[in-house]
């Protein structure tokens, strides 16, 4: 099992090499930065995360030197799980555990049948070429299957979303702990959207009701930003404080690439407010680390909470939206030393 969590782990690496790059980029050429449209097309990584790591999973975890066919196989897929998906119900999204799924089985179906013999008739389908049919077969039913199981995952996380708010310190440090712990399953982007963009109701100067943390830090609301800066503490201080960690933690021989790998995703994190570049590299060859990770993330927003700390963001919890937004922030200079605590906190941890 250990040997093939961390052989899950480095075929994580394959897509997220591309992140770091595409954050940057999408971050700083946005309308409320540089405002380059074309450079926009860089965000397209992040819509089609789900892609890469089938296919990322599918190469790294293929018994065979040519990774080409079995990245077809992924990306078949991760492609035909969501096309049923939508068919059976529009509101679906797995994310990047439809990913990981995805790449799994395609990855076991080519090391299963990449030698399979056909009839001489169907000779051309067979050997490596065979899994790129088979996979079209066998996810139409593991999507139908997942269309009927993961309503109930979906729905559970939107209830409890909803019942987080009466917790005060305890529903934030949940809310901050289960946006990294569920991650990996694609389920966080449920919780956040209710969060971010149904949770509350505020009406603005102008008469206009706004809904959502982060719409109604937005439009001026003193009660909403709570559920938002606990993401400061971690983005800006927590992720590169991990980069570094690791960093001085490798192995004399790795140390190059670690440090260019660790060094553009702490930065990533720091500039687009995106951390799944550095968090990828440890999720899966070290679990306990990312549980916590997770638990850090929760005491961050309820550390804030309680010293009455409130701020927020439009995109991500980066040092871009620390400093366009802290005039509406109510005491956000303080995440600063704050912060600090939680960067040597996360170093020695790690």
């Known amino acids: 099992m250990r040997r093939f969590m961390q052989n899950l782990g480095k075929s994580m690496l394959i897509p997220i ?5 595409a954050g940057i980029l999408f971050r700083l050429s946005a309308e409320d930065l540089l405002d380059i449209t074309l450079f ?24 065979t030197k040519d990774r080409g066919i079995p990245a077809l196989t992924g990306y078949l897929a991760i492609t035909v799980l969501n096309q049923g998906l939508t068919l059976m119900n529009p509101d679906l999204n797995m994310s990047v555990f439809g990913g990981v799924l995805s790449g799994l089985i395609a990855a076991g179906i080519y090391n299963k049948y990449k030698d399979t013999e056909l ?14 049919t088979l996979i079209i077969l066998v996810m139409i039913p593991v999507a139908g299957v997942s269309a009927l199981i993961w309503p109930y995952a979906q729905a559970g996380i ?10 005060g310190a305890f529903g934030i440090f949940l809310f901050g702990f289960l946006n990294r712990f569920l991650l990996p399953f694609g389920l966080h982007h449920v919780l956040n959207t209710y969060i971010y963009f ?3 109701s505020y009406e603005t100067a102008e008469g206009e009701v706004v809904t959502g943390e982060i719409t109604r830090f937005l439009n001026g609301d003193p009660t909403a930003g709570y559920f938002l800066g606990g993401f400061f503490l971690v983005m800006i201080f927590g992720v590169p404080a991990i980069a570094l960690a690791i960093t001085r933690a490798a192995y004399k021989r790795k140390k190059a690439k670690t440090k260019a790998l660790m060094s553009s995703g702490g930065l990533t994190s720091v500039i687009a407010g995106i951390t799944e570049p550095i968090e990828f590299t440890f999720i899966f060859t ?3 680390l990312y549980f916590i990770h997770a638990v850090y993330t929760g005491l961050a927003g309820a550390t804030l909470y309680l010293l009455h700390i409130r701020h927020g963001f439009s995109w991500g919890g980066s040092v871009i939206d620390y400093g366009l937004n802290l005039g509406i922030a109510e005491n956000g200079i303080f ?16």
Request: glycine share 14%; charged share 10%.
């Open 198 to 200: 149904g949770l509350g």
């Open 17 to 21: 090499v591309a992140m770091p790059i």
């Open 286 to 288: 070290s679990p306990l």
């Open 158 to 167: 939107d209830s409890f979303a909803q019942a987080l708010v009466g917790m």
């Open 119 to 132: 009839p001489a008739m169907f000779s051309f389908f067979g050997g490596e070429k065979w899994p790129i």
């Open 335 to 350: 995440i600063l030393p704050i912060g600090l605590v939680f960067g040597v906190l996360y170093y020695f941890t790690f």
């Open 40 to 63: 926009q097309a860089a965000g397209i990584i992040f819509d089609n995360m789900d892609a890469l790591i089938a296919i990322g999973i599918a190469m790294g975890m293929a018994k």
